[in-house]
C-alpha cells in the first residue's frame, strides 16, 4: 500500500511540518510506502494561468479548463502538475496536512488543487463523484486550527469548524476520494495556546501521540458521508427522501 503526503505550511519546524514528518515515520512501520510534497519548499506556483502551458488551444484568451482539458489530452500537463497527478493516481492513500488561515486553506493549497486537478485528466463530466477517477482511494486532512476547540465548536464564536471544513474537503471527493473523517488540533500557535498539561506532556506531544493513534487506527475510522450519485435528479438537485448529511446539501432551504 502506497500513501503520499502533502504538506502546506511555509515554516519547515512548524508542528504541521513535524506532524507531516510523523505521517511518513508512522506509516512506514506499518509497512507503507511513502511519498511526500512540501508545496513550499518546492516552491509550488498557486497561480493558475497561460504561463504554465506551452501549447495552447486558444492564444488569443486564456480559458482555464479550455487549456488544461487540452493539454492533458496531448500529453502536456505543466512538468509540476504532471508530478502531482502522478502521486495522486500512485496513492492509495492521501494524506494532507495544513493550518486553517481566515477559516479556509492556505492559498498555495487552494492554487495546488486549481492546478492538479486539471480538467480532462483529474475529472470530467462523466468522471466525478462516484465515478471520479480517485474511486477506491482514502484521504485523511490533518488540521491546525489557531483557536480552541470551544470557539470552533458548533456552538462557537468562530463557527463549527466541521462547517468550515466542508467546502475545503469536498474537492477530494469531487475527484472520487473516500474522504475520511478529519483530525483537527485546536489552540496551535494561536493566542490561547497552553505550553503545558497536567501529566508532563506538552500539548504538542499529546497532538503527535493522537496523530500517530490516529494513522495506526484509519482501517476503523469513519469517512464523511456525501449523498450518492443516484440520490439526485437529472437538474442535479437533492431527490425527495435522500438522506441529509450536511448543511450543504439538504432538503429545507431553510434550514
Excluded at 499529546?206 to 495506526?216: A, C, E, G, M, Q
Amino acid at each position: 500500500m502506497h500513501a503520499h503526503i502533502l504538506v502546506a505550511h511555509p515554516e519547515p519546524k512548524s508542528f504541521n511540518a513535524q506532524l507531516a514528518s510523523i505521517s511518513q515515520e508512522s506509516l512506514k512501520t506499518q509497512n507503507w510506502t511513502t511519498s511526500f510534497t512540501d508545496l513550499y519548499s518546492s516552491d509550488f506556483d498557486p497561480r493558475e494561468g497561460a504561463s504554465h502551458f506551452s501549447l495552447r488551444k486558444d492564444k488569443d484568451v486564456f480559458h482555464t479548463q479550455t487549456e488544461q482539458r487540452h493539454s492533458a489530452d496531448n500529453n502536456r500537463l505543466p512538468e509540476e502538475v504532471e508530478s502531482e497527478v502522478q502521486n495522486l493516481m500512485n496513492c492509495d492513500l492521501l494524506v494532507v496536512h495544513f493550518p486553517v488561515w481566515w477559516f479556509g486553506m492556505p492559498a498555495i493549497l487552494k492554487g495546488w488543487m486549481d492546478r492538479v486537478f486539471a480538467y480532462g485528466r483529474m475529472y470530467t463530466s462523466t468522471k466525478r463523484y462516484d465515478k471520479g477517477v480517485c474511486a477506491g482511494k482514502k484521504m485523511i486532512a490533518c488540521v491546525t486550527t489557531g483557536a480552541t476547540a470551544d470557539s470552533c465548536s458548533f456552538n462557537g464564536k468562530e463557527g463549527d469548524i466541521q462547517l468550515h471544513l466542508w467546502p475545503m474537503l469536498f474537492p477530494f471527493r469531487y475527484i472520487g476520494f473516500d474522504v475520511l473523517q478529519p483530525e483537527v488540533f485546536h489552540g496551535v500557535g494561536g493566542v490561547a495556546f497552553i505550553e503545558n498539561q497536567e501529566g508532563g506532556l506538552s500539548t504538542l506531544e499529546v497532538y503527535s501521540n493522537h496523530w500517530v493513534k490516529t494513522l495506526s487506527t484509519l482501517k476503523e475510522r469513519e469517512s464523511i458521508q456525501y449523498n450518492r450519485d443516484e440520490e439526485f435528479d437529472e437538474r442535479k438537485q437533492l431527490v425527495s427522501g435522500a438522506p441529509v448529511y450536511s448543511p450543504f446539501v439538504r432538503q429545507n432551504q431553510d434550514i
